[in-house]
């Protein structure tokens, strides 16, 4: 009698293939276009598309148009979806294989920057810096700040996350020359597509909607701002655990 295979999971079945884990890897460094995807890993773009479908069927990336060129798309590695898989694979393993709990490390300076920093950008400062409990150095800037934070950025921190950002500035980001970040993460797809000198900070792009243009009012876009603020906490959570992860190794390469 032939013995019953068990079944490999999805998570490995996708990541076995190697240009498949090229795609997310480049991928969990930053959200990027097909044609960088392309550049990144030196293959065809029918073939790189073919297998970003793959992977978006298995619900390991996520794609979203561009809001600065609507010709353009961006993928997103979507980091809960990936870490529950990870997790099932290694318990289908072992049910030992689970990760060891990490030591808290203070450390590492952020910057979000977008245009106008109004919406995605200090709303990510307030919830990495609320997330961090202060370990982790966070600023936000806007290449073309706007006079004052929207009124929904200020109403959706308050009553979704309990911070208070009734008194909070825009800020320009020639306000922050001769400041150093480890990583400058850029929220809106405008100021990610214009190129610009961070020094020796790691840059990240995420690929978010601007939450005022999805309705005609104030009223009718709260809701998407409350879907952009709950994207990014879940994308400050990878973050912090990278940031303190990186300080950790430096710490730990001093000693």
């Known amino acids: 009698m032939a013995v019953e295979k068990t079944p490999v999971p999805v998570l490995m079945q996708m990541a076995a293939h190697p240009l498949r884990w090229a795609l997310l890897t480049e991928l969990a460094a930053s959200d990027r276009r097909v044609r960088e995807l392309v550049a990144a890993v030196g293959e065809p773009q029918n073939l790189v598309s073919y297998h970003l479908r793959l992977l978006r069927s298995a619900g390991l990336i996520t794609a979203r148009r561009s809001n600065f060129d609507g010709r353009d798309t961006y993928y997103h590695l979507d980091l809960p979806s990936c870490g529950t898989a990870f997790a099932e694979a290694a318990t289908a393993l072992h049910p030992a ?13 952020v910057l979000f920057l977008c245009t106008g920093n109004s919406a995605r950008s200090p709303m990510a400062e307030a919830l990495l810096r609320h997330r961090s409990g202060g370990r982790v150095e966070v600023a936000s800037a806007g290449s073309h700040p706007k006079p ?4 929904n950025t200020v109403r959706v921190m308050g009553e979704e996350y309990g911070i208070d950002l009734s008194g909070h500035h825009t800020t320009a980001l020639s306000a922050l020359a001769g400041r150093s970040f480890d990583y400058v993460i850029t929220l809106c797809d405008k100021v990610r597509e214009v190129p610009r000198d961070h020094g020796s900070a790691t ?5 978010l909607p601007d939450p005022p243009a999805a309705a005609a009012n104030d009223h009718d876009s709260y809701p998407e701002f ?3 603020a709950a994207e990014i906490d879940i994308r400050n959570q990878f973050l912090l655990n990278l940031v303190t992860s990186t ?5 730990h390469g001093d000693n």
Not at 97 to 109: F, H
Not at 148 to 151: I, N, V, W
Request: hydrophobic share 45%; charged share 15%.
């Open 97 to 109: 294989l689970v990760p060891a709990a990490s030591q808290e490390v203070t450390g590492g300076a």
């Open 148 to 151: 004052a934070l929207h009124p």
């Open 203 to 207: 840059t990240v792009h995420w690929s």
């Open 226 to 228: 409350r879907r952009v």
């Open 247 to 251: 300080a950790r190794s430096v710490h």
